[in-house]
Protein backbone atom coordinates (compact mmCIF):
# COMPACT_ATOMS: atom_id res chain seq x y z
CA UNK A 1 0.00 0.00 0.00
CA UNK A 2 1.50 3.50 -1.04
CA UNK A 3 2.25 5.37 1.93
CA UNK A 4 1.03 9.41 0.11
CA UNK A 5 -1.65 9.03 1.90
CA UNK A 6 0.07 10.13 4.84
CA UNK A 7 1.08 13.42 3.73
CA UNK A 8 -2.91 14.42 3.19
CA UNK A 9 -3.21 13.52 6.74
CA UNK A 10 -0.30 15.44 8.06
CA UNK A 11 -1.84 18.51 6.31
CA UNK A 12 -5.16 18.00 7.59
CA UNK A 13 -3.14 18.06 11.22
CA UNK A 14 -1.33 21.23 10.85
CA UNK A 15 -4.28 22.77 9.62
CA UNK A 16 -5.98 21.68 12.74
CA UNK A 17 -3.55 22.50 14.89
CA UNK A 18 -2.93 19.32 16.05
CA UNK A 19 0.64 18.33 14.92
CA UNK A 20 2.59 17.49 17.92
CA UNK A 21 6.50 18.05 17.77
CA UNK A 22 8.92 16.53 20.56
CA UNK A 23 10.91 19.24 22.41
CA UNK A 24 14.56 18.01 23.62
CA UNK A 25 14.72 19.21 27.34
CA UNK A 26 18.13 19.98 27.84
CA UNK A 27 20.76 18.75 31.16
CA UNK A 28 20.62 21.67 34.08
CA UNK A 29 18.54 23.65 31.79
CA UNK A 30 17.30 27.28 32.97
CA UNK A 31 13.70 27.94 33.47
CA UNK A 32 10.78 26.59 35.46
CA UNK A 33 8.66 23.36 34.71
CA UNK A 34 5.52 22.80 35.08
CA UNK A 35 4.87 20.51 32.92
CA UNK A 36 6.37 17.35 34.07
CA UNK A 37 4.99 14.76 36.55
CA UNK A 38 8.01 15.00 39.08
CA UNK A 39 5.22 15.96 41.71
CA UNK A 40 7.05 15.54 44.27
CA UNK A 41 10.56 17.04 43.04
CA UNK A 42 12.43 13.65 43.16
CA UNK A 43 14.14 12.88 39.78
CA UNK A 44 17.44 15.07 40.54
CA UNK A 45 17.18 14.45 44.86
CA UNK A 46 20.72 12.85 45.46
CA UNK A 47 18.97 9.55 47.21
CA UNK A 48 17.43 8.97 44.71
CA UNK A 49 20.06 9.41 41.64
CA UNK A 50 21.76 7.35 44.18
CA UNK A 51 19.64 4.30 44.27
CA UNK A 52 20.05 4.39 40.58
CA UNK A 53 23.72 4.14 40.36
CA UNK A 54 23.40 1.27 42.77
CA UNK A 55 21.03 -0.52 40.93
CA UNK A 56 23.69 -0.44 37.64
CA UNK A 57 26.60 -1.10 39.74
CA UNK A 58 24.96 -4.20 41.63
CA UNK A 59 22.67 -5.78 38.51
CA UNK A 60 24.20 -4.03 35.41
CA UNK A 61 22.62 -1.74 33.23
CA UNK A 62 19.83 -3.75 31.81
CA UNK A 63 16.96 -6.45 33.23
CA UNK A 64 18.28 -8.55 30.14
CA UNK A 65 15.56 -10.68 29.84
CA UNK A 66 11.79 -11.44 30.85
CA UNK A 67 10.71 -11.25 34.64
CA UNK A 68 9.99 -14.74 34.36
CA UNK A 69 13.50 -16.20 32.48
CA UNK A 70 16.38 -14.25 34.38
CA UNK A 71 15.16 -10.62 34.45
CA UNK A 72 14.19 -10.59 38.36
CA UNK A 73 16.37 -9.32 40.54
CA UNK A 74 16.48 -9.09 44.20
CA UNK A 75 15.68 -5.39 44.01
CA UNK A 76 12.66 -5.90 42.14
CA UNK A 77 11.13 -8.34 45.09
CA UNK A 78 12.17 -5.87 47.48
CA UNK A 79 10.96 -2.41 46.15
CA UNK A 80 7.40 -4.81 45.28
CA UNK A 81 6.85 -6.02 48.88
CA UNK A 82 7.87 -2.35 49.88
CA UNK A 83 5.06 -0.65 47.56
CA UNK A 84 2.40 -3.26 48.27
CA UNK A 85 3.18 -2.11 52.19
CA UNK A 86 2.93 1.21 51.40
CA UNK A 87 -0.10 1.16 49.66
CA UNK A 88 -1.71 -0.95 51.81
CA UNK A 89 -2.02 -4.56 49.71
CA UNK A 90 -0.73 -7.94 50.45
CA UNK A 91 1.24 -8.15 47.22
CA UNK A 92 2.32 -6.10 44.41
CA UNK A 93 4.25 -6.94 41.33
CA UNK A 94 6.34 -3.92 38.90
CA UNK A 95 5.90 -4.18 35.23
CA UNK A 96 8.37 -2.00 32.90
CA UNK A 97 5.29 1.01 32.34
CA UNK A 98 2.50 2.07 33.79
CA UNK A 99 0.66 1.72 30.24
CA UNK A 100 2.08 -1.91 30.51
CA UNK A 101 0.80 -2.63 34.27
CA UNK A 102 -2.83 -1.39 33.48
CA UNK A 103 -3.50 -3.29 29.94
CA UNK A 104 -1.51 -6.65 31.32
CA UNK A 105 -4.17 -6.50 34.68
CA UNK A 106 -7.35 -5.70 32.44
CA UNK A 107 -6.46 -8.22 29.90
CA UNK A 108 -5.90 -11.27 32.70
CA UNK A 109 -8.59 -10.08 34.63
CA UNK A 110 -11.42 -10.49 32.19
CA UNK A 111 -11.83 -11.38 28.67
CA UNK A 112 -14.35 -12.36 25.77
CA UNK A 113 -18.02 -13.19 27.02
CA UNK A 114 -17.43 -10.70 30.30
CA UNK A 115 -18.31 -6.85 30.53
CA UNK A 116 -15.96 -3.83 31.31
CA UNK A 117 -17.83 -0.70 32.62
CA UNK A 118 -15.09 2.13 31.93
CA UNK A 119 -15.31 5.61 33.41
CA UNK A 120 -14.99 8.14 30.21
CA UNK A 121 -12.45 9.52 32.25
CA UNK A 122 -9.83 6.74 31.62
CA UNK A 123 -6.50 6.80 30.86
CA UNK A 124 -5.68 5.77 27.70
CA UNK A 125 -3.94 2.92 28.78
CA UNK A 126 -7.13 1.95 30.40
CA UNK A 127 -9.14 2.32 27.54
CA UNK A 128 -6.66 0.14 25.49
CA UNK A 129 -6.10 -2.84 27.98
CA UNK A 130 -10.51 -2.63 27.86
CA UNK A 131 -10.14 -2.77 23.74
CA UNK A 132 -7.52 -5.93 24.25
CA UNK A 133 -9.61 -7.67 26.39
CA UNK A 134 -12.59 -8.62 24.04
CA UNK A 135 -14.78 -8.14 26.73
CA UNK A 136 -17.93 -5.72 26.32
CA UNK A 137 -17.16 -2.42 27.52
CA UNK A 138 -19.50 -0.03 28.30
CA UNK A 139 -17.84 3.30 28.99
CA UNK A 140 -20.40 5.58 31.85
CA UNK A 141 -20.52 9.21 32.08
CA UNK A 142 -17.07 10.59 34.21
CA UNK A 143 -18.08 9.32 37.86
CA UNK A 144 -21.35 8.28 37.28
CA UNK A 145 -21.40 5.50 39.93
CA UNK A 146 -25.12 5.52 39.76
CA UNK A 147 -24.47 4.72 35.81
CA UNK A 148 -22.31 1.97 37.00
CA UNK A 149 -24.71 0.57 39.18
CA UNK A 150 -27.69 0.56 36.40
CA UNK A 151 -25.08 -1.08 34.28
CA UNK A 152 -23.93 -3.65 36.32
CA UNK A 153 -27.35 -4.84 37.28
CA UNK A 154 -28.25 -5.74 33.49
CA UNK A 155 -25.64 -7.64 32.61
CA UNK A 156 -25.57 -11.25 31.29
CA UNK A 157 -21.98 -11.91 31.50
CA UNK A 158 -20.29 -14.03 33.86
CA UNK A 159 -17.79 -11.40 35.45
CA UNK A 160 -17.20 -7.76 35.54
CA UNK A 161 -14.90 -5.41 35.88
CA UNK A 162 -15.11 -1.49 36.62
CA UNK A 163 -12.12 0.59 35.80
CA UNK A 164 -10.84 4.33 36.82
CA UNK A 165 -8.44 7.09 37.37
CA UNK A 166 -8.50 8.18 40.61
CA UNK A 167 -7.45 11.30 39.77
CA UNK A 168 -8.26 12.02 35.87
CA UNK A 169 -4.99 12.95 34.59
CA UNK A 170 -6.33 15.81 32.63
CA UNK A 171 -7.88 18.34 35.36
CA UNK A 172 -6.53 16.62 38.17
CA UNK A 173 -10.65 16.43 40.07
CA UNK A 174 -10.71 13.28 41.80
CA UNK A 175 -13.24 9.64 40.99
CA UNK A 176 -15.61 8.96 43.72
CA UNK A 177 -13.90 6.02 44.56
CA UNK A 178 -16.01 5.14 47.32
CA UNK A 179 -18.74 5.23 45.51
CA UNK A 180 -17.36 3.00 42.35
CA UNK A 181 -15.84 0.48 44.83
CA UNK A 182 -19.80 0.28 46.88
CA UNK A 183 -21.29 -0.22 42.98
CA UNK A 184 -18.90 -2.76 42.23
CA UNK A 185 -19.54 -4.89 45.47
CA UNK A 186 -22.94 -4.44 45.49
CA UNK A 187 -23.10 -6.24 41.85
CA UNK A 188 -20.17 -8.88 42.31
CA UNK A 189 -17.99 -6.92 40.18
CA UNK A 190 -14.36 -6.16 40.86
CA UNK A 191 -12.97 -1.90 40.86
CA UNK A 192 -9.84 -1.61 39.19
CA UNK A 193 -8.27 2.11 40.37
CA UNK A 194 -5.27 3.57 38.66
CA UNK A 195 -3.57 5.40 40.90
CA UNK A 196 -0.66 7.25 38.65
CA UNK A 197 -1.52 10.40 39.35
CA UNK A 198 -2.65 9.96 43.08
CA UNK A 199 0.47 8.30 44.64
CA UNK A 200 2.51 11.08 46.77
CA UNK A 201 -0.27 13.46 46.39
CA UNK A 202 -3.10 12.69 48.32
CA UNK A 203 -4.41 10.10 51.02
CA UNK A 204 -2.06 9.54 54.01
CA UNK A 205 1.58 10.23 53.73
CA UNK A 206 0.68 9.76 49.57
CA UNK A 207 -0.82 6.87 49.96
CA UNK A 208 -3.37 7.50 47.38
CA UNK A 209 -6.95 8.17 46.96
CA UNK A 210 -7.88 4.24 47.57
CA UNK A 211 -6.01 4.65 51.06
CA UNK A 212 -7.68 8.39 51.35
CA UNK A 213 -11.17 6.44 51.27
CA UNK A 214 -10.63 3.50 53.28
CA UNK A 215 -10.60 0.85 50.88
CA UNK A 216 -6.40 -0.17 51.07
CA UNK A 217 -6.00 -3.64 50.88
CA UNK A 218 -9.91 -4.19 49.64
CA UNK A 219 -11.18 -7.79 48.61
CA UNK A 220 -12.36 -6.99 44.94
CA UNK A 221 -10.11 -3.92 44.76
CA UNK A 222 -7.21 -3.74 42.41
CA UNK A 223 -4.86 -1.25 42.31
CA UNK A 224 -2.45 0.26 39.69
CA UNK A 225 0.46 2.87 40.21
CA UNK A 226 2.95 4.36 37.88
CA UNK A 227 7.06 5.01 39.31
CA UNK A 228 7.21 7.65 36.55
CA UNK A 229 5.51 10.59 38.31
CA UNK A 230 6.03 10.94 42.14
CA UNK A 231 8.35 8.45 42.27
CA UNK A 232 10.45 10.35 39.52
CA UNK A 233 11.66 7.02 37.54
CA UNK A 234 9.95 4.37 35.60
CA UNK A 235 7.56 1.57 35.50
CA UNK A 236 4.31 0.29 36.84
CA UNK A 237 2.86 -1.55 39.66
CA UNK A 238 -0.39 -3.78 40.11
CA UNK A 239 -1.16 -4.33 43.99
CA UNK A 240 -4.05 -6.33 45.22
CA UNK A 241 -3.99 -9.82 47.30
CA UNK A 242 -1.42 -12.67 46.47
CA UNK A 243 -3.89 -14.60 44.28
CA UNK A 244 -4.01 -11.62 42.26
CA UNK A 245 0.20 -11.23 42.17
CA UNK A 246 0.52 -15.20 41.11
CA UNK A 247 -2.80 -14.64 38.48
CA UNK A 248 -0.99 -11.85 36.56
CA UNK A 249 2.62 -13.84 36.52
CA UNK A 250 0.74 -16.33 34.93
CA UNK A 251 -1.58 -14.53 32.80
CA UNK A 252 -0.68 -11.07 31.67
CA UNK A 253 1.01 -11.12 28.67
CA UNK A 254 2.63 -7.77 29.32
CA UNK A 255 4.52 -8.80 32.04
CA UNK A 256 5.12 -12.84 30.76
CA UNK A 257 6.94 -11.18 26.69
CA UNK A 258 8.10 -8.25 28.03
CA UNK A 259 11.75 -7.06 29.30
CA UNK A 260 11.85 -6.52 33.43
CA UNK A 261 12.38 -2.97 34.09
CA UNK A 262 15.68 -2.04 34.22
CA UNK A 263 17.66 -2.10 37.60
CA UNK A 264 18.39 2.25 37.69
CA UNK A 265 14.75 2.23 37.77
CA UNK A 266 14.04 -0.19 40.10
CA UNK A 267 16.90 1.20 42.32
CA UNK A 268 15.67 5.12 41.91
CA UNK A 269 11.65 4.13 42.50
CA UNK A 270 12.63 2.80 45.43
CA UNK A 271 14.88 5.30 47.12
CA UNK A 272 12.33 8.05 46.10
CA UNK A 273 9.59 5.63 47.56
CA UNK A 274 11.81 5.72 50.85
CA UNK A 275 11.95 9.13 50.74
CA UNK A 276 8.37 9.81 50.65
CA UNK A 277 7.52 7.67 53.83
CA UNK A 278 10.41 9.39 55.65
CA UNK A 279 8.97 12.65 54.56
CA UNK A 280 5.20 12.36 54.93
CA UNK A 281 4.76 15.62 54.58
CA UNK A 282 5.62 16.04 50.92
CA UNK A 283 2.26 15.75 49.52
CA UNK A 284 0.93 18.59 51.83
CA UNK A 285 3.25 21.04 50.55
CA UNK A 286 2.73 19.94 47.06
CA UNK A 287 -1.10 20.27 47.62
CA UNK A 288 -0.31 23.95 49.34
CA UNK A 289 1.98 25.27 46.11
CA UNK A 290 -1.06 24.12 43.77
CA UNK A 291 -3.79 25.71 45.98
CA UNK A 292 -1.63 28.90 45.55
CA UNK A 293 -1.09 28.87 42.02
CA UNK A 294 -4.78 28.01 41.38
CA UNK A 295 -5.55 31.20 43.38
CA UNK A 296 -2.84 33.30 41.75
CA UNK A 297 -4.62 32.13 38.35
CA UNK A 298 -8.28 32.52 39.74
CA UNK A 299 -8.73 28.51 38.94
CA UNK A 300 -10.40 26.19 40.81
CA UNK A 301 -8.92 25.63 44.21
CA UNK A 302 -7.54 21.82 42.92
CA UNK A 303 -7.58 18.30 44.28
CA UNK A 304 -4.24 17.35 43.04
CA UNK A 305 -0.93 18.19 41.64
CA UNK A 306 -2.54 19.37 38.29
CA UNK A 307 -4.08 23.14 37.77
CA UNK A 308 -5.97 23.09 34.00
CA UNK A 309 -6.60 26.19 32.20
CA UNK A 310 -9.03 25.67 29.41
CA UNK A 311 -7.76 28.54 26.30
CA UNK A 312 -10.71 26.42 23.78
CA UNK A 313 -9.02 26.25 20.27
CA UNK A 314 -5.93 24.00 19.76
CA UNK A 315 -3.88 26.81 17.80
CA UNK A 316 -4.14 29.32 20.71
CA UNK A 317 -3.80 26.45 23.51
CA UNK A 318 -0.12 25.93 21.67
CA UNK A 319 0.61 29.81 20.51
CA UNK A 320 -0.01 30.34 24.72
CA UNK A 321 2.22 27.33 25.81
CA UNK A 322 4.87 29.07 23.32
CA UNK A 323 4.87 32.32 25.08
CA UNK A 324 5.46 30.65 28.73
CA UNK A 325 8.12 28.42 27.41
CA UNK A 326 10.02 31.66 25.22
CA UNK A 327 9.55 33.20 28.94
CA UNK A 328 11.40 30.60 30.53
CA UNK A 329 8.16 28.49 31.74
CA UNK A 330 7.26 25.23 30.63
CA UNK A 331 3.54 24.15 31.16
CA UNK A 332 1.67 21.07 29.41
CA UNK A 333 -0.63 21.77 26.32
CA UNK A 334 -3.34 19.25 26.00
CA UNK A 335 -5.58 19.34 22.79
CA UNK A 336 -7.95 16.81 21.11
CA UNK A 337 -7.72 13.93 21.09
CA UNK A 338 -6.62 14.40 24.68
CA UNK A 339 -9.44 16.18 25.60
CA UNK A 340 -12.94 16.87 23.80
CA UNK A 341 -13.07 19.46 21.03
CA UNK A 342 -13.67 23.19 22.32
CA UNK A 343 -11.69 22.35 25.49
CA UNK A 344 -7.66 22.31 24.71
CA UNK A 345 -5.86 23.69 27.58
CA UNK A 346 -2.91 24.85 29.54
CA UNK A 347 -2.21 21.85 32.10
CA UNK A 348 0.68 22.87 35.09
CA UNK A 349 1.59 20.12 37.19
CA UNK A 350 2.67 22.12 40.41
CA UNK A 351 6.01 20.65 42.26
CA UNK A 352 6.34 19.94 46.34
CA UNK A 353 9.56 21.90 45.78
CA UNK A 354 8.55 24.96 44.66
CA UNK A 355 9.07 28.65 46.33
CA UNK A 356 6.11 31.24 46.72
CA UNK A 357 8.19 33.72 44.79
CA UNK A 358 8.44 30.73 41.65
CA UNK A 359 4.69 29.97 41.77
CA UNK A 360 4.11 34.21 41.44
CA UNK A 361 6.54 34.14 38.79
CA UNK A 362 4.84 31.13 36.86
CA UNK A 363 1.36 32.71 37.61
CA UNK A 364 2.54 36.38 36.26
CA UNK A 365 3.68 34.81 32.77
CA UNK A 366 0.94 32.04 32.03
CA UNK A 367 -1.58 35.28 33.02
CA UNK A 368 0.29 36.87 30.17
CA UNK A 369 -0.26 34.11 27.91
CA UNK A 370 -3.39 33.59 28.36
CA UNK A 371 -4.33 37.15 27.45
CA UNK A 372 -2.16 37.49 24.56
CA UNK A 373 -3.98 34.05 23.32
CA UNK A 374 -7.34 36.15 23.94
CA UNK A 375 -6.36 38.74 21.96
CA UNK A 376 -5.36 36.47 18.81
CA UNK A 377 -8.91 34.88 19.31
CA UNK A 378 -10.71 37.94 19.04
CA UNK A 379 -8.57 39.53 15.97
CA UNK A 380 -9.24 36.34 13.94
CA UNK A 381 -12.99 36.18 14.81
CA UNK A 382 -12.98 39.76 13.06
Not at 10 to 31: D, F, K, M, N
Not at 131 to 145: I, K, N, P, Q, T
Not at 267 to 272: M, R, T, V
Amino acid sequence: MSTAWLADVAERTVAAGLHRTPIARRSHASGINLASNDYLGLSRHPAVIAGAHAGIDTWGAGSTSSRLVVGTTQAHLDFEDDVARFLGTDAALLFSSGYLANVGAITALVGRGDLIVSDAGSHASLIDGCRLSRARVVVVDRGDHDAVRRVLAQRAERRALVVTDAVYSVDGRLAPVRELFAAAREHGAMLLVDEAHAIGVRGPGGRGVVADSGLAGADDLVVTAVCSKSLAAQGGVVAGSRLLRDHLIDHARTFIFDTGLNPAAVGAAHAALRVLVADPGLPLRLRRNAERLAGALNAPAPDSAVVSLIVGDPVDAVAAAAFCRDRGVLVGCFRPPSVPDGTSRLRLTVRADLDDATIDTVAAVVHAALDTARCSSEVAAR
